[in-house]
């Protein structure tokens, strides 16, 4: 089992729709969740990032986290097509000095 | 945050061969890593380049396939060694400082044929 998994997609919504990415962990140790966003041919961009449960949004972006379930989520409100990429979530043990444990990505099209 | 920056950009190499991709960031961070994505798959980290010492490699990876280099807190180097076509990928720095998130550079793109 992976420890972080992720629905590669594709997923393709029209614009100005909610759009809902989630993943899912399995390692209890993981205090951080990061979401990337990667426009094709360019490195991982950090969206954001949250600590422990909770949610945290910015701007049309809100990210939440639920440990209990080990769930993972990023809703994007009133999509883009400039959303268009492929989004990863990340975890780590410790800010900063750990290593990142990524999922596979899911690739978001927003068709206008 | 940090801006990284990698050269090459991306390369075409024949197997057999060595490339080295250098990682260069606009401060001075604490620590530096390397990645792989390979195609349709997660980011791996490679190792953790630490300064002044030899780099920490995940399971996996060996120091003879990746040898790294940090001379200093803003330079890393990842040499990619006698390359097959299974090295095809795309690499990627990254740099956080204490307690920081981890930025990412904007990826090597290797093929190896």
């Known amino acids: 089992q992976k420890e972080v998994e992720q629905d590669p997609g594709p997923l393709s919504v029209p614009e100005g729709a909610i759009v809902s990415l989630n993943c899912t962990y399995s390692?209890?140790?993981?205090?951080?969740f990061m979401w990337y966003r990667q426009y094709s041919r360019k490195g991982p961009e950090l969206l954001m990032y949250t600590y422990s449960s909770g949610n945290k949004e910015d701007g049309r972006f809100t990210a939440q986290v639920d440990k209990s379930s080990k769930y993972i989520s990023l809703f994007i409100r009133d999509s883009q097509p400039s959303d268009s990429a492929t989004y990863l979530c990340a975890t780590q043990g410790n800010f900063g000095n750990e290593k990142l444990t990524f999922g596979t990505g899911t690739r978001l099209t927003i068709i206008p | 945050s940090a801006v990284i920056s990698q050269k090459p950009s991306r390369d075409i190499c024949q197997r057999g061969t060595s490339l080295t991709i250098q990682c260069q960031v606009d401060s001075q961070v604490t620590m530096m890593f390397w990645y792989r994505q390979q195609p349709g798959q997660s980011l791996t980290l490679i190792a953790t380049a630490n300064q002044g010492s030899e780099a920490t490699y995940e399971s996996g990876f060996v120091i003879d396939k990746f040898p790294i280099s940090r001379p200093n807190l803003t330079f890393s180097t990842l040499t990619v060694s006698n390359m097959s076509p299974e090295d095809s990928s795309i690499y990627l720095c990254?740099?956080?400082?204490?307690?920081?998130?981890?930025?990412f550079g904007p990826g090597t793109r290797l093929l190896v044929l």
């Open positions: 990254s740099a956080s400082g204490q307690q920081e998130t981890q930025y």
């Open positions: 390692n209890s140790a993981f205090q951080y």
